[in-house]
């Protein structure tokens, strides 16, 4: 813990330097982040699982407790309002007293409405950050300084180049999601269905499902062909052929997003795509290096499942430039290669070319694409290239000009088994990338 305590140490101080540069770029005396407030259900006497406003838990480990606040003004330690009230009708957590507490001042807010009469009485020239600009308003901050966008957008540019501490806290939640996958691959190998692979899962990595940083995908035969399918079958199918398991951890309020396939029998065609699809991808990931738009690395995988198209037979008389030139391998990966990861999973920035917002989007071919950035060392992305079998997308390769050029029946043949996906989640660093989930031995 002594270790963490050291990185988070220089984690703040990074912070504070940050928070120097944006107060003083836009002219501001403090920020004030809000952790958030709990939502009731319409019309009901129950609130909806608490999820923390991102911009506080990136200065404080503190994930699950709605009504605090934070004073940074960039010269003084971090002051933070934790709200810890009488009630026994719910959990109540105490002052943290953990490695972080050093570095910052922690006051106790036993009602929440207190906070007006604890805050510094000057703030005129504080900007909010937090989801209730309603509660901003009621403080007495200007409207113009609720979320102000220029100081969003550099606080979000900055979050894309990781502390030691960030990336410390990363491996810790690649752990907790390597034990998930393993618990869930031995689950479906077991004969379980979607529903019980699910809480296999979040036994293992010790998450509830409110928990995880998204729902977890645990997708077996055709759903591996649904993106995001999150249903969660309570049966298992009469004959298995494929899992695909999207499902990631969190640490500290740090994300892990891992995927994998698994073909059923050994000996089948789709087998070997899951084979040479992650070859494809760790060869992609050897690639890799700062000073590279990310943008360049989907293309290259385009080229890729081009050559995947023509290994498997599964479209003759073609060349991999022509494949990649007219758009037919888009509908076999619909999808971006990756995204930046951190505090979100989808983590934020993955557009913006410097710290004013300079957008920069996604080329038009790909438009589901989710960073344009150029790599940096620092960087956490995912690389999670795909490829379905997805009828409606397909559609239009059927009807198309180069429809002859497609073996439909072959491309048929796996419809069963849905699709293949393989997601890990690397660090850029000045000469050299690391694979987070590779070193922890997650074939």
């Not at 810790?172 to 618990?183: T, Y």
């Not at 081009?306 to 509908?331: C, I, M, Q, S, Y």
Request: aromatic share 10%; proline share 5%.
């Amino acid at each position: 813990m002594d270790s963490l305590k050291t990185l988070y140490h220089a984690h703040i101080n990074t912070l504070q330097q940050r928070a120097q540069q944006v107060l003083a770029r836009f002219k501001l005396d403090a920020m004030l982040i809000h952790s958030g407030e709990l939502l009731t259900v319409f019309l009901d006497d129950h609130d909806y699982p608490f999820k923390v406003n991102p911009q506080f838990k990136a200065w404080v480990p503190v994930t699950q407790v709605p009504n605090c606040w934070l004073w940074i003004d960039g010269v003084n330690k971090p002051k933070l309002w934790f709200y810890s009230p009488v009630d026994y009708w719910h959990n109540v957590e105490p002052l943290p007293n953990s490695f972080w507490t050093h570095d910052v001042e922690v006051i106790g807010l036993k009602n929440a409405d207190e906070i007006a009469q604890l805050l510094p009485a000057q703030r005129d020239n504080v900007a909010y950050i937090g989801p209730v600009p309603s509660r901003a308003t009621q403080l007495g901050i200007n409207s113009d300084r609720v979320n102000p966008k220029g100081v969003i957008d550099f606080l979000h540019y900055h979050r894309s180049i990781k502390t030691d501490y960030e990336l410390a806290c990363m491996r810790e939640a690649q752990k907790l999601a390597v034990a998930g996958h393993r618990a869930a691959k031995e689950a479906f190998f077991s004969g379980m269905s979607e529903f019980d692979i699910n809480i296999a899962y979040l036994t293992a990595t010790g998450h509830r499902d409110t928990d995880v940083p998204y729902g977890n995908i645990i997708a077996l035969n055709e759903h591996a062909a649904v993106l995001h399918y999150t249903k969660l079958d309570h049966q298992p199918p009469a004959k298995r052929h494929s899992f695909l398991i999207d499902a990631g951890a969190e640490y500290l309020g740090y994300a892990a997003d891992l995927t994998r396939s698994y073909a059923a029998q050994s000996k089948s065609r789709y087998a070997e795509m899951v084979e040479a699809m992650n070859k494809e991808e760790l060869a992609l990931i050897a690639t890799l290096k700062a000073g590279v738009r990310y943008t360049d690395y989907h293309l290259q995988m385009h080229q890729r499942i081009a050559r995947l198209l023509l290994k498997f037979d599964l479209v003759k008389g073609l060349t991999e430039e022509t494949l990649v030139a007219e758009d037919l391998t888009g509908p076999f990966m619909p999808h971006g290669l990756g995204h930046p990861l951190g505090l979100q999973v989808h983590d934020v920035a993955g557009f913006m070319q410097d710290d004013n917002g300079t957008h920069l989007a996604a080329p038009a071919q790909y438009p589901y694409l989710r960073c344009t950035r150029m790599l940096e060392p620092g960087m956490v992305l995912t690389i999670e290239p795909g490829f379905y079998i997805i009828d409606s997308l397909l559609a239009s390769l059927r009807g198309g000009k180069y429809s002859q050029y497609f073996d439909w029946q072959a491309i048929d043949a796996l419809k069963p088994y849905g699709g293949v996906r393989i997601e890990d989640n690397v660090v850029i660093h000045a000469n050299r990338v690391e694979n987070m989930t590779r070193d922890l031995h997650l074939a």
